[in-house]
């Protein structure tokens, strides 16, 4: 449990992390370091994301699951890790 | 007259339901009834004929109805598992049921009575012609009774439609079939989170497990939702639940992934470089104006040098000092770090540390170890092996594939153990196998008490021979019985012989010996008379070696000369560490305390072609090539283990160097 909290940690404290969050099966966050507007809409709109994204792996080949998601975007990276019960978003600014 | 009031058509209440089958009798009876007042329709369901004032028409009903003996069954109540049951339906074509039969006023005029029709239509149209003016026909009027005209009324209920819709994927499909089972382990766990009322987060939670509705449906009144609820989830709730996530092995592995994606971000111009793979500009991180102008004299040659790619270090390892390295045999990346200080005055615990490329701030493993670790190496035939020396002269292997059983035997319990600090670890591959495929691999130590050692498992534990003493060699003059053990500090084994191997020992001496002799030395080679710090044969020219030590000086030996072919020195410093670079056969790299050295025999053997100083207030302690790339790896008193890729080092075409025989 102590390597886990260091884990996260650490990951906090790596060049360019803005954020983390874990949300869970529903969309609702229940861990996170950011403010709490930003983290709903995190939350909510990358709830839909990885649902639609799961379900097109899925579709094209059941057996098929999604393992890791990156959106890279013009200011930063959101890179989101999903599970069955939750899923782990971290955001990152790689030139900071 | 008749009272023809539409009748209610249908009765929610099931004890009326006997009313339909017969309610054309109704009609009939209320015909000829008894109902002398002006009725009007009760809207009650209930009691559709409580106008009647008597029960004897009910009574009459029902007798009716035994009469009948068509009885309306009773509705059952649906229970689930009737609604989970197959039932079996059969589809069979009926009789083809006439609606409606016209036959059609046409012939043909290829039918068999074709011409009879023909003959009674010419007959008939001469009737016709002929009635004009004809005495036979006389016109005659007639009167039709139209019958009144009445409206019914027909009145039902309104169908209730409910919307639906699903989406059916082929994953969804293909859950349903594969995990019958799981429906009974999910409907617990829902059963206890009856705290969300919500209807919609419960489709929404049902449709993730179950599969059965389409999730796209939901997930939008979920979303909705949400910003109604509280937004970080209600209290007790999602401590406990974030708990469970954190503790389950999958997060742990998910924040592994992440934290190497994160890793990725950050160093990758320079693990691009490690792998020697072009750097891509990164088209939105604007780029800074003294890098254009580098790019621009490419033409120039230029002076071969080392560029500092990243260092492995953490906080555990800083402060102490990097006493040995070795890349695993199987995964090429993975570097094993032993930290030890090698004074013996400081006798903090040591710690071996495993670094791999995915992740330069912290180690994959790490193993606190007793007493300081001098060396170490990872095993060819269980890849997942190392063996540690330590100073207090003990040799643990640890199993690195597992995160918590990580030792597999030690040799605390061995009787022949090495007392003093064991310097030297090596495994080798035996050219003699047995089976003829698995090559056979054994251990050997060389440590300060002057033994060399070669171990076996046995019994759970580690057990040694021992291969040969360091005897010290005085001078032929004096005879002494007694001859202490000289400690010995490095030894290697010839790459293509596995029974021949050099000794370096603590009087500069090197002893070439052989694994089947254990009292005689074959040859010494004297030149060195400061202990002698490493001693390593060349990979690629068969019988050269090179030594290094302690007397600022570095060695080139020729397996059959008693003398050194050359030598080299640059500083005066002692030289801790020496390596052969796995791709060129004239370029060895050095480590003395205050610089790194990259020696190219090709261009020059009076000065080092690369010199590159240790930071200050940094002594480097060791030194490893990496073998496929141009990198070489320097680790430092800091704990720090420096990547630097070797650059514009022209190397050869031939890979060999022609040694004058002195």
């Not at chain 1, 998601?69 to 069955?84: F, G, Q, W």
């Not at chain 2, 090698?342 to 995915?358: A, E, F, I, R, Y």
């Not at chain 2, 997942?384 to 003990?394: C, I, K, P, W, Y």
């Given at each position: 449990?102590?390597?886990?909290?260091e884990?996260?940690?650490?990951?906090?404290?790596?060049?360019?992390?803005?954020?983390?969050?874990i949300?869970?099966?529903?969309?609702?966050?229940i861990?996170t370091t950011?403010?709490?507007?930003s983290?709903?809409?995190?939350?909510?709109l990358?709830?839909?994301?990885?649902?639609?994204?799961?379900?097109?792996?899925?579709d094209?080949?059941?057996?098929?699951?999604l393992?890791?998601?990156?959106?890279?975007?013009k200011?930063?990276e959101?890179?989101?890790?999903?599970?069955?019960?939750?899923?782990?978003?971290?955001i990152?600014?790689?030139?900071? | 007259?008749?009272?023809?009031?539409?009748?209610?058509?249908?009765?929610?209440?099931?004890?009326?339901?006997q009313?339909?089958a017969?309610?054309?009798?109704?009609?009939?009876?209320?015909?000829?009834?008894?109902?002398?007042?002006?009725?009007?329709?009760?809207?009650?369901f209930?009691?559709?004929?409580?106008?009647?004032?008597?029960?004897t028409?009910?009574?009459?009903?029902?007798?009716?109805?035994?009469?009948?003996?068509?009885?309306?069954?009773?509705?059952?109540?649906?229970?689930?598992d009737?609604?989970?049951?197959?039932?079996?339906?059969?589809?069979?074509?009926?009789?083809?049921?006439?609606?409606?039969?016209?036959?059609?006023?046409?012939?043909?005029?290829?039918?068999?009575d074709?011409?009879?029709?023909?003959?009674?239509?010419?007959q008939?149209?001469?009737?016709?012609?002929?009635?004009?003016?004809?005495?036979?026909?006389?016109?005659?009027?007639?009167?039709?009774?139209?019958?009144?005209?009445?409206n019914k009324?027909?009145?039902?209920?309104?169908?209730?439609?409910?919307?639906t819709?699903?989406?059916?994927?082929?994953?969804?499909?293909?859950?349903?079939?594969i995990?019958?089972?799981?429906?009974?382990?999910v409907?617990?766990?829902?059963?206890?989170?009856?705290?969300?009322?919500?209807?919609?987060?419960d489709?929404?939670?049902?449709?993730?497990?179950?599969?059965s509705?389409?999730?796209?449906?939901?997930?939008?009144?979920?979303?909705?939702?949400?910003?109604?609820?509280?937004a970080?989830?209600?209290?007790?709730?999602?401590?406990?639940?974030?708990?469970?996530?954190?503790?389950?092995?999958k997060?742990?592995?998910?924040?592994?992934?992440?934290?190497?994606?994160?890793?990725?971000n950050v160093?990758?111009?320079?693990?691009?470089?490690?792998?020697?793979?072009?750097?891509?500009?990164?088209s939105?991180i604007?780029?800074?104006?003294?890098?254009?102008?580098q790019?621009?004299?490419?033409?120039?040659p230029?002076?071969?040098?080392?560029e500092?790619?990243?260092?492995?270090?953490?906080?555990?390892?800083?402060?102490?000092s990097?006493s040995?390295?070795a890349?695993?045999?199987?995964?090429?990346?993975?570097?094993?770090?032993?930290?030890?200080?090698?004074?013996s005055s400081?006798?903090?615990?040591?710690?071996?540390?495993?670094?791999?490329?995915?992740?330069?701030?912290?180690?994959?493993?790490?193993i606190?170890c007793?007493?300081?670790?001098?060396?170490?190496?990872?095993?060819f035939?269980?890849p997942?092996?190392?063996?540690?020396?330590?100073?207090?002269?003990?040799?643990?292997?640890?199993?690195?594939?597992?995160?918590?059983?990580?030792?597999v035997?030690?040799?605390?319990?061995?009787?022949?153990?090495?007392?003093?600090?064991?310097?030297?670890?090596r495994?080798?591959?035996?050219?003699?196998s047995?089976?003829?495929?698995e090559k056979?691999?054994?251990?050997?130590t060389?440590?300060?008490?002057?033994?060399?050692?070669k171990?076996?498992?046995?019994?759970?534990?580690?057990?040694?021979?021992?291969?040969?003493?360091?005897k010290?060699i005085h001078?032929?003059?004096?005879?002494?019985?007694?001859?202490?053990?000289?400690?010995g500090?490095?030894f290697?084994?010839?790459p293509?012989?596995?029974?021949?191997?050099?000794v370096?020992?603590?009087e500069?001496?090197?002893?070439?010996?052989?694994?089947?002799?254990?009292?005689?030395?074959l040859?010494?080679?004297?030149?060195h008379?400061?202990?002698?710090?490493?001693?390593?044969?060349?990979?690629?020219?068969?019988?050269?070696?090179?030594?290094c030590?302690?007397?600022?000086?570095?060695?080139?030996?020729?397996?059959?000369?008693?003398?050194?072919?050359l030598?080299?020195?640059?500083?005066?410093?002692?030289?801790?560490?020496?390596?052969?670079?796995?791709?060129?056969?004239?370029?060895f790299?050095a480590?003395?305390?205050?610089?790194?050295?990259?020696?190219?025999?090709n261009?020059?053997?009076?000065?080092?072609?690369?010199?590159?100083?240790?930071?200050?207030?940094?002594?480097?302690?060791?030194?490893?090539?990496?073998?496929q790339?141009?990198?070489?790896?320097?680790?430092?008193s800091?704990?720090?283990?420096?990547?630097?890729?070797?650059?514009?080092?022209?190397?050869?075409?031939?890979?060999?160097?022609?040694?004058?025989?002195?």
């Amino acid at each position: 449990m102590a390597e886990v909290e260091e884990t996260l940690k650490r990951i906090q404290s790596q060049k360019g992390v803005q954020g983390i969050i874990i949300v869970n099966s529903e969309g609702i966050p229940i861990k996170t370091t950011l403010d709490n507007s930003s983290t709903v809409q995190y939350a909510g709109l990358i709830h839909q994301l990885v649902m639609k994204a799961r379900s097109t792996v899925r579709d094209i080949d059941p057996q098929n699951d999604l393992t890791f998601l990156r959106v890279r975007s013009k200011k930063n990276e959101i890179m989101i890790a999903p599970d069955k019960d939750y899923f782990l978003i971290v955001i990152q600014n790689p030139s900071d | 007259g008749n009272d023809v009031t539409p009748q209610v058509l249908y009765q929610a209440d099931p004890a009326a339901v006997q009313a339909k089958a017969s309610r054309f009798f109704m009609d009939e009876i209320s015909a000829g009834g008894s109902a002398s007042d002006q009725t009007t329709t009760t809207g009650s369901f209930t009691m559709p004929f409580s106008r009647y004032h008597s029960i004897t028409p009910f009574l009459f009903f029902c007798s009716l109805s035994d009469v009948q003996g068509k009885r309306d069954a009773m509705k059952e109540l649906v229970t689930e598992d009737m609604l989970k049951e197959v039932i079996e339906v059969y589809i069979s074509e009926t009789d083809s049921i006439s609606l409606l039969d016209i036959p059609s006023t046409f012939v043909s005029v290829d039918a068999h009575d074709a011409e009879a029709i023909i003959e009674r239509n010419n007959q008939y149209a001469e009737v016709c012609r002929n009635r004009m003016g004809n005495d036979k026909y006389v016109d005659r009027s007639m009167q039709t009774l139209n019958g009144e005209a009445k409206n019914k009324q027909v009145q039902s209920d309104s169908i209730v439609m409910v919307d639906t819709a699903a989406t059916v994927t082929a994953w969804d499909m293909y859950d349903t079939y594969i995990s019958p089972e799981q429906d009974e382990t999910v409907c617990v766990p829902q059963a206890e989170r009856a705290d969300y009322p919500e209807v919609a987060v419960d489709t929404s939670r049902g449709a993730e497990k179950n599969m059965s509705v389409g999730s796209s449906t939901s997930t939008g009144s979920v979303a909705s939702s949400l910003k109604e609820q509280e937004a970080l989830g209600n209290g007790l709730n999602a401590e406990s639940e974030l708990q469970l996530i954190m503790l389950s092995e999958k997060f742990q592995h998910l924040l592994l992934v992440t934290e190497r994606s994160i890793l990725g971000n950050v160093f990758q111009p320079k693990l691009a470089a490690y792998r020697e793979l072009p750097i891509l500009e990164d088209s939105d991180i604007p780029m800074k104006p003294g890098t254009v102008e580098q790019r621009e004299d490419t033409e120039s040659p230029r002076p071969p040098a080392v560029e500092c790619l990243w260092a492995f270090s953490c906080e555990l390892s800083r402060g102490r000092s990097v006493s040995s390295m070795a890349w695993n045999k199987k995964y090429p990346d993975l570097l094993a770090v032993g930290y030890g200080e090698l004074d013996s005055s400081n006798q903090k615990p040591g710690l071996v540390c495993c670094w791999s490329h995915k992740n330069p701030t912290w180690p994959e493993r790490v193993i606190y170890c007793d007493s300081a670790v001098t060396s170490l190496d990872f095993s060819f035939n269980n890849p997942s092996q190392l063996a540690v020396g330590m100073q207090d002269g003990s040799l643990v292997i640890y199993n690195v594939q597992s995160r918590n059983q990580l030792c597999v035997v030690s040799s605390s319990e061995c009787t022949n153990k090495h007392l003093a600090p064991v310097w030297q670890i090596r495994w080798t591959q035996q050219d003699l196998s047995l089976t003829g495929e698995e090559k056979l691999e054994a251990l050997y130590t060389v440590a300060a008490d002057g033994k060399i050692c070669k171990w076996f498992i046995c019994n759970n534990g580690l057990d040694c021979i021992e291969l040969m003493k360091l005897k010290k060699i005085h001078n032929t003059k004096k005879k002494s019985v007694l001859s202490a053990l000289s400690p010995g500090l490095c030894f290697d084994f010839h790459p293509r012989d596995s029974s021949i191997y050099l000794v370096g020992t603590w009087e500069g001496l090197i002893h070439k010996c052989s694994s089947s002799n254990s009292q005689q030395f074959l040859e010494t080679y004297r030149k060195h008379f400061c202990p002698v710090n490493c001693i390593i044969w060349c990979p690629l020219i068969p019988d050269v070696f090179l030594s290094c030590s302690s007397d600022w000086t570095i060695q080139l030996w020729k397996q059959d000369h008693l003398n050194p072919v050359l030598g080299f020195s640059s500083t005066q410093k002692a030289v801790c560490d020496i390596k052969w670079s796995p791709k060129c056969a004239t370029v060895f790299g050095a480590v003395n305390e205050g610089q790194l050295e990259i020696w190219d025999l090709n261009s020059s053997i009076l000065d080092p072609v690369i010199v590159q100083p240790a930071a200050p207030g940094v002594k480097m302690t060791s030194l490893l090539f990496a073998t496929q790339t141009d990198c070489v790896l320097v680790g430092d008193s800091d704990g720090q283990v420096t990547v630097y890729q070797l650059k514009n080092l022209s190397v050869g075409k031939n890979s060999q160097v022609k040694l004058r025989n002195r």
